[in-house]
């Protein structure tokens, strides 16, 4: 995908907020109207700025080393985003309370407030905006942790910059409706905040991924889902490879979801890929 840039910003937050439309519209008229005087012309072009100044995608960046902060606030500041900064996590979960970012980066190892205290604080909060989860901490368990508590991508340091742009782009694609806090289609039920599922009164022990490709399909119930969509939405696969990682992921789902004695949930559309269903 290609940088977001200001006018991608402009158009992601007129999606997010459609009666900005107006308003800018209607200063374009005034703009068209005055446009013989100079002085009319240097007034709606401070208007204009200001607006842009309000469409620009806001990110939140909690990191301490401030090497690490100013690489990364230069690259996103370039590719029309707006960041904020703060080096430690106390601070950084007040910031986040009260400027309400579209995305957040959080650094894992921070002094005054862990990075995952801080995820987990908002969480609570039933604040959905989605976090990176910046970390040394490579391993799977701890990989696993950052997401069950909360993070909704995990980058290990270090990284490139580029891939952490490419996170955060995919990151601010997620419909609006993924900052639900709980989704329920027919008996099934998935709370995001406690990182729960279950079917009716029976708990369903999801892991990560599994999770996450549920809530996907969850999120686009009665929708036939491609094996490209997922791998892309899923996996964050730019391309389509030669694997059956879908497959084997969802058989694993779809046993886990559809229980010997229950209607099933999950079906394979043969040769074009998978849909969720509420039954009857």
Known sequence: ??????????????????????????MASVSRQHAVSA???????????????QLMVKVLLIEDDSETAEEITAELTDRGFEVEW????????????????????VDRLLPGMDGLTVIEALRKDQVRTPVLVL?????????????RMGGDDYLTKPFAIVELVAR???????????????L????LELDLIERTAKRGDRVIDLLPREFRLLEYMMQRSDQLLTRAMLLEEVWNYKFVPATNLVDVHMGRLRHKVDGPDETPMIHNVRGAGFILRAGS
Not at 1 to 26: D, K
Not at 42 to 48: N, Y
């Open 168 to 182: 955060i782009e995919a990151l601010l694609r997620r419909p609006a409706e993924s900052r639900e806090t709980t």
């Open 135 to 147: 970390s040394a901490l490579g391993a799977v368990d701890d990989r696993v942790r950052g997401l």
């Open 39 to 53: 002085k009319s012309d240097s007034s709606t072009a401070d208007v204009f700025a200001a607006v842009e100044n």
């Open 1 to 26: 995908m290609p940088p977001i840039g200001r006018a991608g910003a402009v158009r992601l937050f007129l999606r997010r907020n459609p009666w900005h439309l107006q308003g800018i519209n209607g």
């Open 184 to 187: 329920r289609v027919g008996p």
């Open 86 to 105: 703060s080096a430690n996590g106390i601070e950084g979960l007040d910031k986040a309370r009260s400027s309400r970012p579209d995305a957040m980066i």
